[in-house]
């Protein structure tokens, strides 16, 4: 199959910048509010709202957690922002809106983007009549650094236990 996409195309900028955002939400533009919204921009690390807040407040101590819920659900209400529920521990944020799949860390809660599409359908028996918009698919494990933590833990569990000592 030929690639159609051109280089350099998968990320769009959308040209209206934090300030656009908050012009067209018909948010008040709060330097709060802007310092939200240049954190989300091009942010791929799905946070949480008090990471957000946290990140923030560093330089507004005045913000409130309360600002980050309102402004987090006035960008998911228009479309500009995804609330994800793929953490059972708490809502994560994507400001990109374009349809991706994740990968989730199951011990550090990392959260990655898949940019692929995957071909899947649902047999129509399966599917109860719905019209298939399109689909979000979690994929669920461990990280490479998790991994690596994992296989230190147990090399040092064995070299405690003693009799399990792999000599060189
Ligand atoms: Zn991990
Ligand atoms: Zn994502």
């Given at each position: 199959?030929?690639?159609?996409?051109?280089?350099?195309?998968?990320?769009?900028?959308?040209?209206?910048?934090p300030?656009?955002?908050c012009?067209?939400?018909?948010l008040?533009?709060t330097p709060q509010r802007l310092a939200i919204l240049e954190y989300l921009d091009?942010?791929?690390?799905?946070?949480?709202a008090?990471?957000i807040y946290?990140a923030v407040?560093?330089?507004f101590?005045?913000l409130?957690?309360?600002t980050v819920?309102n402004t987090l659900?006035?960008l998911?209400?228009?479309?500009?922002?995804?609330?994800?529920?793929?953490?059972?521990?708490?809502?994560?944020?994507?400001?990109?809106?374009?349809?991706?799949?994740?990968?989730?860390?199951?011990?550090?809660?990392?959260?990655?983007?898949?940019?692929?599409?995957?071909?899947?359908?649902?047999?129509?028996?399966?599917?109860?009549?719905?019209?298939?918009?399109?689909?979000?698919?979690?994929?669920?494990?461990?990280?490479?650094?998790?991994?690596?933590?994992?296989?230190?833990?147990?090399?040092?569990?064995?070299?405690?236990?003693?009799?399990?000592?792999?000599?060189?």
């Amino acid at each position: 199959m030929k690639k159609s996409a051109k280089p350099g195309a998968e990320r769009v900028k959308q040209g209206s910048g934090p300030e656009g955002i908050c012009r067209e939400l018909g948010l008040k533009l709060t330097p709060q509010r802007l310092a939200i919204l240049e954190y989300l921009d091009g942010n791929t690390a799905h946070p949480g709202a008090e990471e957000i807040y946290e990140a923030v407040s560093g330089r507004f101590p005045g913000l409130s957690l309360a600002t980050v819920y309102n402004t987090l659900a006035s960008l998911r209400d228009k479309g500009r922002l995804l609330e994800l529920a793929i953490d059972p521990a708490k809502r994560r944020y994507d400001p990109d809106t374009k349809p991706h799949h994740h990968l989730i860390c199951v011990a550090c809660r990392r959260i990655v983007d898949i940019e692929h599409t995957f071909d899947l359908e649902i047999p129509d028996a399966l599917r109860m009549g719905f019209e298939i918009k399109g689909n979000e698919i979690g994929f669920y494990g461990r990280c490479p650094d998790c991994k690596k933590t994992d296989a230190r833990k147990q090399k040092r569990d064995l070299r405690q236990g003693g009799a399990y000592v792999r000599r060189p």
